[in-house]
């Protein structure tokens, strides 16, 4: 079943387009990848869903069209984002800038502290700590974890990784998946690390110049002729 429909998309920045004639399905309880270089458009996708961009088309979330509704009336539906660019309060400790997310499941707090600071367990140690003091690991698990103490059904990661060490990467990868495979969450995640959404994803969408170029399993566009000389540089 379909948890989100997105078809015929258009997007703009004052009178300069965007996104072209984008459409993704995205089904319950899946994880689906949109890869591409920077510029492509992934995160004008994720912004466009949450009602940021001015846009045409049709972005429908559990049979709810929501191009009449405001950020907070989609976020109230279910959906959660972590931006790649964090928006956390940099005089706000750990748990402060948790709780501004908790707003819209004020009677799951307890329990959804609880699970962020299982996922993440550095952010429980750092947990009066100002989010300003932290390391760019660490703003981005509590960028998720803010996401998450909404209690969303939908979650959308922008960038989870880029510019991140390795065993970083590896915490984020295991977070989503557990959040995934345990609790039966739907993600979409935007990524320039191909090998990291192609290994995490069920499905994949490459976007570039704000277009959809193809669609596939991730053992298919592991074999694209085009994917694998584009990004991974081999003949």
């Given amino acids: 079943m379909a948890l989100l429909e997105i078809e015929n998309l258009d997007a703009f920045y004052g009178k300069a387009r965007s996104l072209s004639d984008v459409s993704i399905t ?11 270089p920077n510029g492509a458009g992934k995160s004008t996708l994720l912004d466009s869903i949450l009602g940021l961009t001015s846009c045409t088309g049709r972005i429908s979330f559990d049979g709810v069209e929501l191009d009449t509704l405001s950020t907070a009336q989609i976020v109230g539906l279910g959906i959660g984002y972590a931006p790649e660019r964090g928006n956390l309060f940099p005089y706000m400790d750990v748990t402060e800038n948790l709780l501004v997310g908790a707003y819209r499941a004020k009677n799951k707090i307890a329990e959804n502290l609880e699970r962020v600071f299982q996922l993440f367990p550095r952010l429980q140690e750092r947990r009066d700590q100002e989010a ?3 390391s760019g690991g660490e703003q981005r698990m509590l960028s998720l974890g803010r996401a998450l103490m909404s209690n969303p059904r939908l979650l959308l990661v922008d960038e989870p990784t880029i510019g991140l060490a390795p065993v970083v990467c590896s915490a984020i990868y295991d977070a989503l998946k557990d959040l995934n495979e345990k609790m039966g969450l ?3 995640i935007t990524e320039q690390n ?3 959404a192609l290994t995490l994803a069920q499905e994949i969408y490459l976007m570039e110049t704000g277009s959809i170029k193809m669609r596939g399993h991730p053992d298919e566009l592991k074999q694209e002729k085009y994917v694998r000389e584009t990004y991974f540089g081999m003949s």
């Fill in 26 to 36: 995205v089904e319950e309880g899946k994880i689906v990848g949109i890869i591409g």
């Fill in 186 to 188: 739907t993600i979409v």
């Fill in 194 to 196: 191909v090998n990291f």
């Fill in 132 to 134: 300003m003091t932290q």
